[in-house]
């Protein structure tokens, strides 16, 4: 079991552009939650989503991001148009139905740097 | 505890001896809460979990404390390693949902 899997690890892209991070969680998992998280704070919900549903996300911003979780394939955010104050590591986390036997399990997160 | 500070409340301990982080949480309603341990450049690490209709838990070097007047939340380990020093997070959910709030996290160093 490889657990959680995010890529890239690094990402750097230009203001405007695009940026897209995966997740695939755990085998067996069919929850994932995305959250962000800035320097010496703590992580910040985005969305949770189970296969292909969007359960919450009232931690997503209005405007340029958006999350999907398809039948097939790992989950994507995705992020339009980036600014520098996008810049962050993002984390995935995934669990089986119910969380509560050993919380989440979360990936090595994708640190996002806007130049 | 929502995450406020830009920097990290530090504490510094000597190897072997016990350390005790604490978080305050904001929510009455949370019903379920998590210590995690972030290490630097790699994501969080669950260390240990308690429900509400517990006040004590303990696990392999760690004890966590719960108490539900005050709202707050204690990570208790013992004989502190080295390979301990990290940022440590609680983090807390409510009423079966699965979002968890994490509060802004404490840093340990353990001084040889």
């Known amino acids: 079991n490889a657990g959680v899997m995010q890529n890239p690890r690094h990402l750097v892209r230009r203001r405007g552009q695009e940026a897209r991070l995966r997740c695939s969680p755990m085998?067996?998992?069919?929850?994932v939650y995305w959250y962000r998280q800035l320097p010496e704070e703590g992580l910040k919900f985005m969305v949770y989503?189970?296969?292909?549903?969007?359960?919450?996300e009232s931690g997503m911003p209005k405007e340029r991001f958006s999350a999907e979780f398809p039948k097939e394939g790992p989950s994507i955010l995705r992020i339009q148009q980036v600014v520098r104050g996008d810049s962050a590591a993002y984390f995935c986390?995934?669990?089986?139905?119910?969380?509560?036997?050993?919380?989440?399990?979360f990936g090595s997160g994708t640190r996002l740097t806007v130049v | 505890g929502e995450s406020v500070g830009l920097h990290l409340p530090t504490l510094s301990v000597q190897e072997g001896d016990n350390s005790i982080i604490n978080c305050a949480y904001s929510?009455?309603?949370?019903?379920?809460f998590i210590w995690y341990k972030q290490e630097s450049g790699k994501g969080p690490q669950f260390i240990i979990d308690?429900?509400?209709?517990?006040d004590k838990r303990q696990g392999q070097r760690v004890t966590v404390l719960l108490n539900k007047t005050v709202k707050h939340l204690s990570l208790q380990i013992a004989a502190t390693q080295p390979g301990d020093s990290a940022v440590y997070f609680c983090?807390?959910?409510?009423?079966?949902?699965?979002?968890?709030?994490f509060g802004g996290g404490t840093r340990l160093m353990v001084k040889p």
């Open positions: 986390a995934s669990s089986p139905p119910s969380n509560r036997d050993s919380g989440y399990t």
């Open positions: 085998k067996g998992h069919s929850h």
């Open positions: 989503l189970q296969k292909e549903n969007i359960i919450d």
């Open positions: 929510n009455s309603a949370s019903d379920y």
């Open positions: 308690i429900r509400s209709n517990m």
């Open positions: 983090a807390e959910t409510y009423n079966a949902g699965n979002m968890l709030t």
